[in-house]
């Protein structure tokens, strides 16, 4: 039975996400602020944290970034419950390291969509390796079993959604893929017209991949179309030296 914690200041909601879970067959802990819980995510290591952000005395986006830099929880995906809805607090909670992030009030039957995603992509044996599909081409060969890309001569280690995300456009690579067949394949519930979700992890892929993230030569924005992975098939020398200015 899959263990989630729910970090939340707030009695009424915490109960009424701790009562729906368990009624769906999960095991619920619960903690009232965030030094608590911090504390229990290292103790119980669950399968998922959903996670407030305004907490007393840590807040959420704190206990977040403290997870990810702990070996024991930087796996565990965090689901954001919180009602601050604005574009750049989605940002700060996705740089913060959230996988998910869902604004209050919410259908209790989205918030139980969203968890089974989550807990579906964060099994130990990604989607990419439960079916024959592309793992490699040109300078790039995904490792399922580590999370980690193969970069023309460089380990590139991943996130969970990373991973995905990549290995999405892997499937595709030099077709353009549309954010809502993203978000449908890599999150695991039908799209809404937020896609700031997308970009960020965009961002955050091109960072450890592209010599410019700001002027990327493979992980291409098509505008108003979505993303397109363009690889070089025949490596030559100023393709491997594009990889080695961004492992600089």
Not at 59 to 64: F, R, S
Not at 88 to 117: I, Q
Not at 126 to 143: D, N, R, W
Request: aromatic share 6%; hydrophobic share 40%.
């Amino acid at each position: 039975m899959p263990r989630i914690l729910v970090i939340d200041d707030d009695p009424t909601i915490a109960d009424l996400v701790a009562v729906n879970l368990d009624m769906a067959g999960y095991e619920v802990s619960k903690a009232e602020d965030g030094i608590k819980g911090e504390a229990l995510a290292r103790q119980l290591v669950p399968d998922l944290v959903m996670l407030d952000l305004m907490l007393p005395k840590v807040d959420g986006y704190t206990v977040c970034q403290r997870l990810r830099r702990d070996e024991r929880t930087a796996d565990i995906p965090i689901l954001m419950l919180t009602a601050l809805g604005q574009t750049n607090d989605k940002v700060e909670g996705f740089n913060a390291g959230a996988d998910d992030y869902m604004t209050k009030p919410f259908e209790v039957e989205e918030m139980l969509a969203r968890v089974r995603a989550l807990l579906r992509r964060s099994d130990r044996i990604p989607q990419a390796a439960k079916h024959t599909e592309i793992l490699s081409y040109g300078p790039l060969t995904l490792v399922p079993e580590r999370f980690e890309a193969l970069w023309f001569d460089r380990t590139v280690k991943l996130t969970h959604l990373e991973f995905e995300l990549l290995h999405c456009l892997l499937q595709r690579h030099g077709q353009t893929v549309s954010p809502s067949d993203i978000l449908k394949e890599v999150w695991g519930y039908d799209p809404d017209d937020d896609i700031e979700t997308i970009r960020v992890h965009v961002r955050h892929l091109r960072t450890k991949m592209e010599p410019e993230p700001r002027h990327p030569r493979f992980i291409k924005t098509v505008y108003g179309a979505g993303y397109c992975l363009e690889l070089p098939n025949d490596l030559n020398a100023s393709d491997r030296d594009a990889a080695r200015v961004s492992a600089s």
